[in-house]
């Protein structure tokens, strides 16, 4: 039997804010774009309709990747960790990704961490 669009969304954990982190990942490259926010809605409508939603925690809206840029994001596969905290998006990215005009959100900003070494 195949579960409903509602049973999909029910294994989500959302946090005390209705919000679960939606990762987003270039479906073929597996690069890292960005990492956006949705509640039960946002997830159901990037589930239903094949187009990235996010809810805005600024603006207080739903807002679907690219309908104002052009760089929208189609969704190939959808995926919970194994806490069902975090949704991983693979998308066919047209564009760019990040609001700065950058392919990547994580391009930005190197922490240079320490490499840990192999035993």
């Not at 309908?67 to 960790?81: E, K």
């Not at 047209?94 to 994580?106: K, Q």
Request: overall charge negative; proline content about 1%.
């Amino acid at each position: 039997m195949t579960e409903t669009i509602d049973e999909r969304v029910a294994r989500v954990s959302f946090d005390a804010a209705g919000l679960v982190a939606a990762i987003v990942q270039q479906w073929d490259t597996h690069e890292v774009l960005m990492l956006g926010w949705m509640d039960a809605e946002a997830l159901r409508r990037t589930l239903t309709t094949g187009r990235v939603t996010f809810w805005s925690r600024s603006r207080q809206e739903y807002w679907r990747k690219g309908d104002t840029s052009g760089h929208i994001q189609l969704v190939r596969g959808a995926r919970l960790d194994c806490d069902g905290d975090a949704v991983l998006l693979q998308v066919e990215q047209i564009g760019v990704a990040c609001h700065t005009g950058t392919r990547t959100c994580f391009d930005a900003d190197d922490l240079d961490p320490v490499q840990g070494a192999t035993s």
